[in-house]
Antibody, heavy 117, light 109 residues
Framework: EVQLVESGGALVQPGGSLRLSCVAS????????MTWVRQAPGKGLEWVGN????????YYGASVKGRFTMSRDNANNSLFLQMNTLRVEDTAAYYC??????????WGQGTLVTVSS | QSALTQPASVSGSPGQSITISCTGT?????????VSWYQQHPGKAPKLMIY???KRPSGVPDRFSGSKSGNTASLTISGLQAEDEADYYC?????????FGGGTKLTVL
């Protein structure tokens, strides 16, 4: 069974940093692109970015480019999202998802990031 | 990076059919057959329902179908059931990024 488990969400002050993790199991992690998607409270889904199997290509949404960095550790089936210079509008549940073809076929349960003073 | 346009809400009675539209542009929906649809129940993670415009993942009932015409994609649910009540989101590849729709709340009356 495919499982994705996010962690690392917390309350952080504006301008602060946070690192999210996503541990995968049940599939060959190193064979898939992976993606981060976020959802602000009561709002819709927003694509944050995705990362190629070997980490050699990374693409980011306009609202996070230059502030967020994705990385992965295939030896430990882990995906990371380093978030710097956090803003109030970054408050959201952050989901990691497996990217299959042109869709996201498996999702984690999400981890909540709250940016507030 | 604009979002795709979906109606805020749709509703239908059990057994009826409903259609949710997802309107983009010639840079996303109109240019790629890479539209997917996700169902999200309150407090839960999204679930893939349709990919590549009209394909269904294993386990998704055939009551769910997808199509596309020009810059607009559509999700149709036939034989509505109570458990179909949820939020639905479309997504499309847009050349340099991935776009989501704003979401549609489906109410089963």
């Amino acid at each position: 069974e495919v499982q994705l488990v996010e962690s690392g969400g917390a309350l952080v002050q504006p301008g602060g940093s946070l690192r999210l993790s996503c541990v995968a199991s049940g599939f060959s992690f190193s064979s898939y692109w992976m993606t981060w998607v976020r959802q602000a409270p009561g709002k819709g889904l927003e694509w944050v970015g995705n990362i190629k199997q070997d980490g050699s290509e990374r693409y980011y949404g306009a609202s996070v480019k230059g502030r967020f960095t994705m990385s992965r550790d295939n030896a430990n089936n882990s995906l990371f999202l380093q978030m710097n210079t956090l803003r109030v509008e970054d408050t959201a549940a952050y989901y990691c998802a497996r990217h299959t073809g042109a869709s996201y076929d498996s999702w984690g349960q999400g981890t909540l990031v709250t940016v507030s003073s | 990076q604009s979002a795709l346009t979906q109606p805020a809400s749709v509703s239908g009675s059990p057994g009826q059919s409903i259609t949710i539209s997802c309107t983009g542009t010639s840079s996303d929906v109109g240019n790629y057959n890479l539209v997917s649809w996700y169902q999200q129940h309150p407090g839960k993670a999204p679930k893939l329902m349709i990919y590549d415009v009209s394909k269904r993942p294993s386990g998704v009932p055939d009551r769910f179908s997808g199509s596309k015409s020009g810059n607009t994609a559509s999700l149709t649910i036939s034989g509505l059931q109570a458990e179909d009540e949820a939020d639905y989101y479309c997504s499309s590849f847009a050349g340099t990024h991935w776009a989501f729709g704003g979401g549609t709340k489906l109410t089963v009356l």
